[in-house]
C-alpha cells in the first residue's frame, strides 16, 4: 500500500512558478515511479509528468515540456512538479500518482492516488 499527499497549490500570475510536493508513504518510496496528472473543471483527468523509481528517467506531455521538471528525492519520500512560466491553461486541479501498470500516461493505469491540490493561474 501507498499513501501519498500533495502540498504547494495555490494562485498564482501568468508567467509566475509553483513547486508542488507529494509526501509518500506505505511502501519503498524508490521502488516505483511517481507521476502527475491535472484535471481541469469539465475535462477529462490527462497525464503532465512521470518519473521512475531511481529518478533517472522522466517524461513529460508535449504541453509542459520546457516548463515543468519533475523531480524526487528518495532519502526524503517526496517527489515535486516545479512549474515556470505557468499559463492559464495550467489551471487544475493536480494528482499525484503512484505504481503505474502499462501505459503511464493513461489515469486508470495507476493503483494511488492523492487527494489532489488546486492551481488556480490568474491571467
Known amino acids: 500500500q501507498v499513501q501519498l499527499v500533495e502540498s504547494g497549490g495555490g494562485l498564482v500570475q501568468a508567467g509566475g512558478s509553483l513547486r508542488l510536493s507529494c509526501a509518500a508513504s506505505?511502501?519503498?518510496?524508490?521502488?516505483?515511479?511517481v507521476g502527475w496528472f491535472r484535471q481541469a473543471p469539465g475535462k477529462e483527468r490527462e497525464f503532465v509528468a512521470a518519473i521512475n523509481g531511481g529518478g533517472s528517467s522522466t517524461f513529460y506531455a508535449d504541453s509542459v515540456k520546457g516548463r515543468f521538471t519533475i523531480s524526487r528525492d528518495n532519502a526524503k519520500n517526496t517527489g515535486y512538479l516545479q512549474m515556470n512560466s505557468v499559463k492559464p491553461d495550467d489551471t487544475a486541479v493536480y494528482y499525484c500518482a503512484a505504481d503505474p501498470s502499462g501505459n503511464y500516461k493513461r489515469p486508470s493505469d495507476w493503483s494511488y492516488w492523492g487527494q489532489g491540490t488546486q492551481v488556480t493561474v490568474s491571467s
Open positions: 506505505g511502501r519503498t518510496f524508490s521502488s516505483y515511479p
